[in-house]
């Protein structure tokens, strides 16, 4: 969501060969593409014949911590994320669901859409609010400090993030501060566990993960 109301919406992948969230569009030429990005009925999906391998009766594939030390965050973001620029005027968010509907919050960017700040649910939820009206108040006068991770830290490295800030989701940013998702813990647990027993990734839950990050694997 834009400072003057209006939306723009982009579509990234984590690309395993260079560690780092890539434009969906890229694949489409990418030498190392299994196969385009295709739609489904919930969003679309990218194949890959760079996705990590199997490594079945490794040490890896029986034991979630280690598994945790090496998967990167990017490789669990799959749900949407909905992020707001700072400038918007507070009292346009009562008029904008997709802000409101938003779980956990919502990301706050500044004008070159990196992250400045965070708009926690808490905050969300008074929005509407007249006793906040008091004048010109823009969304950035009412969050709080973001927490946010690289998509290609660990995720061993988050889940201790999320366990000092007792939180169980958080931003996930990639280089200059580009907002690439958000992780949640269950995603995660569910993804290492998934990959310490089989040494694939799960397949993308397609009736959760709707587009909006636009993709669904790797």
Request: net charge positive; proline share 7%.
């Amino acid at each position: 969501m834009l400072g003057d109301g209006t939306t723009e919406a982009r579509e990234y992948v984590f690309c395993e060969d260079v560690l780092r969230s890539v434009a969906t569009s890229r694949c489409q030429t990418c030498p190392f593409a299994g196969a385009p990005a295709r739609d489904t009925a919930s969003g679309r999906i990218v194949d890959c014949r760079r996705s990590i391998p199997p490594i079945a009766n490794s040490a890896v594939s029986s034991f979630p911590p280690a598994a945790a030390a090496v998967l990167p965050v990017g490789l669990v973001l799959a749900r949407p994320v909905v992020c707001v620029d700072g400038s918007l005027p507070w009292e346009a968010v009562a008029r904008t669901p997709v802000l409101l509907g938003s779980p956990g919050g919502v990301p706050v960017l500044d004008r070159e859409g990196k992250l400045v700040l965070f708009l926690p649910r808490t905050t969300l939820a008074l929005a509407g609010r007249s006793r906040l009206a008091g004048g010109p108040v823009s969304v950035a006068d009412l969050a709080v400090t973001a927490l946010a991770v690289h998509e290609s830290a660990s995720l061993r490295d988050a889940f201790a993030v999320m366990g000092r800030h007792r939180v169980r989701e958080v931003t996930v940013v990639g280089d200059g501060g580009l907002v690439v998702g958000r992780l949640l813990d269950v995603d995660a647990l569910h993804f290492v566990a998934h990959f310490a027993r089989t040494g694939t990734r799960p397949a993308p839950d397609t009736a959760t993960w709707r587009s909006g990050r636009g993709v669904a694997g790797s």
